[in-house]
């Protein structure tokens, strides 16, 4: 019902930063929460951050606190993932998650991803 496009990724250096973007479009349902994820070469994806329907509630791996920052803005079905002071240990394939609880049923959507390069 949902389809997700990221963009934004690119090559940079240490301490530089990107902004990455997901936007959201279909059948988009009325209250859902986002997340990013990112996936490095041979491994499985791992949580970066998340943001509930409202933006109050935040969560982020420890990894990236302080470093990185998640929003939304719903009236444009876009989730954003500012990231500043990256490192080459931040290279990774990011991935824009949505997802929602209909009743008892779980709904779950992924993006294609974007990469991210870190390197001097």
């Known amino acids: 019902q949902v389809q997700l496009v990221e963009s934004g990724g690119g090559l940079v250096q240490p301490g530089d930063s990107l902004r990455l973007s997901c936007a959201a479009s279909?059948?988009?349902?009325?209250?859902?929460?986002m997340a990013w994820f990112r996936q490095f070469p041979g491994k499985e994806r791992d949580f970066v951050a998340s943001?509930?329907?409202?933006?109050?509630?935040?969560y982020y791996n420890d990894s990236v606190k302080g470093r990185f920052t998640i929003s939304r803005d719903n009236a444009k079905n876009t989730m954003y993932l500012q990231m500043n002071s990256l490192k080459p240990e931040d290279t990774a394939v990011y991935y824009c998650?949505?997802?929602?609880?209909?009743?008892?049923?779980?709904?779950?959507?992924w993006g294609q991803g974007t990469q991210v390069t870190v390197s001097s």
């Open positions: 998650n949505a997802n929602q609880w209909s009743g008892t049923n779980f709904n779950d959507y």
């Open positions: 279909g059948h988009i349902p009325e209250r859902y929460a």
């Open positions: 943001i509930n329907w409202s933006g109050i509630n935040t």
